[in-house]
Every structure is written in structure tokens, then in C-alpha cells.
């Protein structure tokens, strides 16, 4: 029979942290943003003091799964509604339960939250990749009497390493391979190009240097280059999440997560990635280059040699950072329309925020 602990507080999770690490190994489709290093920053910045509500699903005595949620408070245009929601900072993070068993954890722990005091006004269940869900959240809250709404959020493109790095090269277009030699011969002429790769291991491998004067730079790329990726600023650059990010790097260092691609010539920052790596899954929390004529080509550099790199080291996946399309398109294997299930509770103002789709928030 299953049953459901419910953890409310950072102190509470405490010894459960061994025990989420090892679920989080055997999750499909694990990323960074499904840890407990990232659930105690986001935790911090974004939702105290609002709720946690851990809920780990056991099976006699062994643990099936997690499922994260927070409740957070979100301005509407109807007022002020409580959120019951994933730990999610922005629709290009996917999330979903942790574990081996992630539907029989998210149809208990649906269970559980019906069957517990309502303390949320609307459950908000996104950004969820269909790739690795395969209609799970869907059926569940069918399941359980939840007639949720089904949304698209934005694309997002990765590239699966099926092979090695010679095989996933061949299978590109013509023009994109013409067009990194035409690039890297740019950059040659223009001076001495230098690619930095920073992936520490982390404390527990004694490799937690932080490097903040790779951080930096990009961060400094970030607020300053032109012909960004992002139409807003990205997160390291943006006002309201900035302090977060460089607050969870020193963290994720020795979580042994960071995965940060510099691109540089003469010591001149132009083109960089900065993102956080589990499990072979890579995925980019943002990604600039410098768009002027000076160093024409040093996105299209970046990007082939962070590829190559990722799968020399036998990564899986490589998720880009949320962007334009049109940048994106002859690198990418794979392209995810994100998923998001929204149920209003049966109270005349949410069934009326319902019909307004006023809500707005981090997500």
C-alpha cells in the first residue's frame, strides 16, 4: 500500500537529501533544476515565505519518488491567489516527479493533496516536457478528479548524442558546417581564440572553485552584448533573478552542477553558455555572443565546439537556453513543445479567474 510523507520545512528535508540524490539518479530526464540544491535556493528567493510541500511516496518502507511543490502567492488581476505549483523559474525549465516510479508518485501525491486541507487556490503543474511525461500528468489528475487546462509554453531545442561527436557533425546541413570553418577562420584572423570549459566536480571530488572570473564574464557579456538570444534580458542580467543566480553558482559548484562555455579571443570575452549539468543532461540557463561585425561568427564557434566537448565526455543531452529559433535550428535534434496543466478550485473566484487566464507569475 502507498503512503505519502509530507516535508514543510529545509530543516525537515535535511535527512532526506541523500535519498533525493539517489532518486534523482534514477530519474529519465533528470536535470539540475530537480535537485535539492536548486529547491532550497528557489526556496529562498522566490517563495518564503509561502509553503513547501515535499511530498515523498513510499511503498512499505521503500521510496518510489518525490514530487517538489511550493506555495507560492501570484498577483492576478482578480487579486492575490495562493499557487500550488513545481519549483519552476522560467517555461524553458522543465520539471516532473523524482524517481523510477514517477506515475505512481504523481497519481499518490495528487491523492494526498485531495485528500489534505486546501491550502492553494490553483494547482499549476508546468513547464512539463511530453517527451519524458508521455501524458502522465494528465492522466493522473483525470485520475483524480482534477479537470485541469492543458497549455503550449515556449520551444525548446536540444541535441541528443545518440553517437559520437563525428556522427552527430555529418548529420548537419552543408551550410551550418560551411559556416563554422568560415567562422573559426574569422575569429583566427581576428587574434588568438580561446575556448574556457568549466565543469568542476564539485566538493566531494575537492574541485569547488567557484571561478567568479569566468562567471563574471559572462554575466558581463550578458548585460552588455547586443543581438542578445533572449527578447528580455536573460536571467543572469535580469534584475529580478540575477542576485539568485549568483547566489545558487557557489552552491551548484559544489553540487559539482556548472557547465559554463567561454569563448574569447586576445582575452576578449565574445561568446559564452552558463548552465548547470546532471546525469549527462546539460541544460543552458543562458547563452549571448557578441554581435558585431568584429567577431562575426563567434555564436556559430561556441556552439560547435561546446557540442563536441559535451559529447566527448559522454553526455546524453544538451538542452539550449531559451531563444530565438532562428539560432538554433541547424544545431538541434530535438524540438519540445513544454506542457502546463492548470486546475482552478471550485470557489466563484478562481472559476472566474478561470475564464480571465489572468494568471501571471515566475512561470
Same mark, same amino acid.
Given at each position: 500500500?502507498?503512503?505519502?510523507?509530507?516535508?514543510?520545512? *529545509?530543516?525537515?528535508?535535511?535527512?532526506?537529501?541523500?535519498?533525493?540524490?539517489?532518486?534523482?539518479?534514477?530519474?529519465?530526464?533528470?536535470?539540475?533544476?530537480?535537485?535539492?540544491?536548486?529547491?532550497? $535556493?528557489?526556496? !529562498?528567493?522566490?517563495?518564503?515565505?509561502?509553503?513547501?510541500?515535499?511530498?515523498?511516496? %513510499?511503498?512499505?518502507?521503500?521510496?518510489? =519518488?518525490?514530487?517538489?511543490?511550493?506555495?507560492?502567492?501570484? @498577483?492576478?488581476?482578480?487579486?492575490?491567489?495562493?499557487?500550488?505549483? %513545481?519549483?519552476?523559474?522560467?517555461?524553458?525549465?522543465?520539471?516532473?516527479?523524482?524517481?523510477?516510479?514517477?506515475?505512481?508518485?504523481?497519481?499518490?501525491?495528487?491523492?494526498?493533496?485531495?485528500?489534505?486541507?486546501?491550502?492553494?487556490?490553483?494547482?499549476?503543474?508546468?513547464?512539463?516536457?511530453?517527451?519524458?511525461?508521455?501524458?502522465?500528468?494528465?492522466?493522473?489528475?483525470?485520475?483524480?478528479?482534477?479537470?485541469? @487546462?492543458?497549455?503550449?509554453?515556449?520551444?525548446?531545442?536540444?541535441?541528443?548524442?545518440?553517437?559520437?561527436?563525428?556522427? %552527430?557533425?555529418?548529420? +548537419?546541413?552543408?551550410?551550418? +558546417?560551411?559556416?563554422? /570553418?568560415?567562422?573559426?577562420?574569422?575569429?583566427? &584572423?581576428?587574434?588568438?581564440?580561446?575556448?574556457?570549459?568549466?565543469?568542476?566536480?564539485?566538493?566531494?571530488?575537492?574541485?569547488?572553485?567557484?571561478?567568479?572570473?569566468?562567471?563574471?564574464?559572462?554575466?558581463?557579456?550578458?548585460?552588455?552584448?547586443?543581438?542578445?538570444?533572449?527578447?528580455?534580458?536573460?536571467? *543572469?542580467?535580469?534584475? $529580478?533573478?540575477?542576485?539568485?543566480?549568483?547566489?545558487?553558482?557557489?552552491?551548484?559548484?559544489?553540487?559539482?552542477?556548472?557547465?559554463?562555455?567561454? *569563448?574569447?579571443?586576445?582575452?576578449?570575452?565574445? &561568446?559564452?553558455?552558463?548552465?548547470?549539468?546532471? !546525469?549527462?543532461?546539460?541544460?543552458?540557463?543562458?547563452?549571448?555572443?557578441?554581435?558585431?561585425?568584429?567577431?562575426?561568427?563567434?555564436? $556559430?564557434?561556441?556552439?560547435?565546439?561546446?557540442?563536441?566537448?559535451? /559529447?566527448? #565526455?559522454?553526455?546524453?543531452? %544538451?538542452?539550449? &537556453?531559451?531563444?530565438?529559433? +532562428? !539560432?538554433? !535550428?541547424?544545431?538541434?535534434?530535438?524540438?519540445?513543445?513544454?506542457?502546463?496543466?492548470?486546475?482552478?478550485?471550485?470557489?466563484?473566484?478562481?472559476?472566474?479567474? +478561470?475564464?480571465?487566464?489572468? #494568471?501571471?507569475?515566475? =512561470?
Amino acid at each position: 500500500m502507498l503512503r505519502v510523507k509530507e516535508i514543510n520545512s *529545509l530543516a525537515e528535508l535535511q535527512p532526506y537529501r541523500l535519498l533525493w540524490r539517489k532518486l534523482l539518479g534514477e530519474t529519465r530526464g533528470a536535470t539540475f533544476f530537480q535537485s535539492p540544491t536548486w529547491l532550497e $535556493a528557489y526556496w !529562498h528567493a522566490f517563495v518564503h515565505p509561502g509553503r513547501l510541500r515535499v511530498l515523498i511516496v %513510499y511503498a512499505g518502507d521503500e521510496a518510489l =519518488g518525490i514530487v517538489p511543490l511550493v506555495v507560492c502567492h501570484r @498577483r492576478t488581476r482578480l487579486g492575490n491567489c495562493r499557487v500550488l505549483t %513545481y519549483p519552476v523559474l522560467r517555461t524553458g525549465l522543465f520539471y516532473g516527479p523524482i524517481g523510477p516510479n514517477p506515475t505512481a508518485s504523481l497519481l499518490e501525491a495528487l491523492r494526498h493533496i485531495r485528500q489534505t486541507p486546501r491550502d492553494w487556490d490553483v494547482l499549476d503543474l508546468g513547464t512539463i516536457d511530453p517527451t519524458v511525461d508521455c501524458g502522465r500528468t494528465e492522466h493522473a489528475l483525470q485520475r483524480m478528479g482534477l479537470s485541469a @487546462r492543458r497549455t503550449s509554453t515556449s520551444l525548446s531545442m536540444a541535441v541528443r548524442f545518440e553517437s559520437d561527436w563525428h556522427t %552527430y557533425w555529418a548529420s +548537419r546541413s552543408e551550410q551550418c +558546417r560551411e559556416n563554422v /570553418c568560415w567562422a573559426e577562420s574569422n575569429l583566427a &584572423a581576428k587574434g588568438n581564440v580561446e575556448y574556457v570549459h568549466y565543469r568542476p566536480g564539485g566538493t566531494a571530488a575537492d574541485d569547488d572553485d567557484p571561478r567568479w572570473d569566468l562567471y563574471n564574464a559572462c554575466v558581463e557579456m550578458a548585460s552588455q552584448a547586443k543581438g542578445s538570444l533572449f527578447m528580455d534580458a536573460g536571467p *543572469l542580467a535580469n534584475p $529580478a533573478t540575477e542576485s539568485f543566480v549568483y547566489d545558487l553558482h557557489h552552491q551548484a559548484v559544489e553540487a559539482g552542477a556548472v557547465d559554463l562555455h567561454l *569563448l574569447k579571443v586576445d582575452d576578449t570575452p565574445v &561568446a559564452f553558455s552558463y548552465g548547470y549539468c546532471v !546525469h549527462g543532461h546539460t541544460v543552458a540557463l543562458e547563452s549571448d555572443f557578441y554581435s558585431g561585425t568584429a567577431f562575426q561568427g563567434a555564436g $556559430a564557434v561556441l556552439k560547435a565546439r561546446l557540442l563536441q566537448r559535451c /559529447c566527448s #565526455l559522454g553526455d546524453r543531452r %544538451y538542452t539550449f &537556453a531559451a531563444g530565438s529559433l +532562428r !539560432h538554433l !535550428h541547424r544545431w538541434q535534434t530535438d524540438m519540445i513543445a513544454g506542457e502546463r496543466y492548470t486546475y482552478f478550485a471550485h470557489t466563484p473566484r478562481m472559476q472566474l479567474l +478561470r475564464f480571465t487566464q489572468s #494568471l501571471v507569475g515566475l =512561470g
